[in-house]
C-alpha cells in the first residue's frame, strides 16, 4: 500500500468556513499533485508541484490555494468554503521520470452546506 | 470533445467472465497508456501500463494499446468479485511530462 496520506477523510462544514486538506507522502517523492473528481466525471487536476517551492494551477480552475514548503507536505486551502466546492479531493504524489506512476492517497470527501 | 472517452458503465459480469474495458483518446503525442483501479472509498493505484503501441500482460490482465486506431483495451480474464472496482484509463505524454488526463472510468461489478 502507498504511503500517502490524507485528513479529514471526511469533512462536512457551512459555508465560508476555512479549511486546509492535509496530504503527506513518506517515499520522499517531488512531484505531488492535488486531483477533484465528481461522480461519472474524470480526474481533474487542480494543482500540482515539482518540488519544494513550485506549485502551478491545474486545468481546472480552482480557488483553493496549495503550498510545498516541506517535500512530504502538500496541503490544500479554501479560504472561504462554498457549495459548488462539494466534492472528492485526491492527493497523488510520484517521482521525476515516472508521472505514469501516481500513487494516490484515499481522498477527502468535503461536503459544504 | 474529451480527450480521453470512456465508457461509464456500470458493467456487470458473472464470477469467470473475461471482461474488456476499452478508451479511446485524441491526441496522437500521448506516449504512456496506464490502468489505474479504484475501490469503492479508495484512491486509485496503478494497474498497469504500456509505453507506445503494443500488448502487456501481468498475470490474469492484459492492456492492449492501438496506436493507429487511438484505442486502449484492458482485458481481465477469469474474473473474480475481488475485480469488482472501477477502471480508469489514463494517458501521459511522457515520463517526464507532468500531467495526466484521465477517462471518466468503467465501474464493473463481477457477480458471484
Known amino acids: 500500500e502507498a504511503d500517502i496520506y490524507q485528513t479529514p477523510r471526511y469533512l462536512v462544514i457551512g459555508t465560508g468556513k476555512k479549511i486546509t486538506l492535509e496530504c503527506s507522502q513518506t517515499?520522499?517523492?517531488?512531484?505531488m499533485y492535488w486531483y477533484q473528481q465528481d461522480p461519472g466525471m474524470e480526474l481533474h487536476l487542480i494543482h500540482y508541484?515539482?518540488?519544494?517551492?513550485?506549485?502551478e494551477k491545474g486545468d481546472l480552475s480552482s480557488e483553493s490555494t496549495v503550498s510545498r514548503i516541506r517535500t512530504e507536505h502538500f496541503p490544500l486551502t479554501l479560504e472561504s468554503a462554498r457549495p459548488s466546492h462539494t466534492s472528492q479531493y485526491l492527493c497523488?504524489?510520484?517521482?521525476?521520470?515516472?508521472?505514469?506512476?501516481?500513487?494516490f492517497g484515499p481522498g477527502t470527501r468535503l461536503t459544504v452546506t | 470533445q474529451k480527450e480521453v472517452e470512456q465508457d461509464p458503465g456500470p458493467l456487470s459480469v458473472p464470477e469467470g467472465a473475461i471482461v474488456s474495458l476499452n478508451c479511446t483518446y485524441s491526441?496522437?503525442?500521448?506516449?504512456?497508456f496506464m490502468w489505474y483501479r479504484q475501490y469503492s472509498r479508495k484512491g486509485p493505484e496503478l494497474l498497469m501500463y504500456?509505453?507506445?503501441?503494443g500488448n502487456k500482460e501481468d498475470g490474469r490482465f492484459t492492456a492492449q494499446v492501438d496506436k493507429s486506431s487511438k484505442y486502449i483495451s484492458l482485458f481481465i480474464r477469469d474474473s473474480q468479485p475481488s475485480d469488482s472496482a472501477t477502471y480508469l484509463c489514463?494517458?501521459?505524454?511522457?515520463?517526464?511530462?507532468?500531467?495526466?488526463?484521465f477517462g471518466t472510468g468503467t465501474k464493473l461489478q463481477v457477480i458471484p
Open positions: 497523488a504524489s510520484t517521482t521525476t521520470g515516472r508521472t505514469y506512476e501516481q500513487y
Open positions: 517515499m520522499g517523492h517531488d512531484k
Open positions: 508541484s515539482y518540488g519544494v517551492n513550485s506549485t
Open positions: 491526441n496522437s503525442a500521448f506516449q504512456y
Open positions: 504500456t509505453y507506445s503501441s
Open positions: 489514463a494517458m501521459t505524454l511522457s515520463g517526464g511530462y507532468q500531467k495526466v488526463t
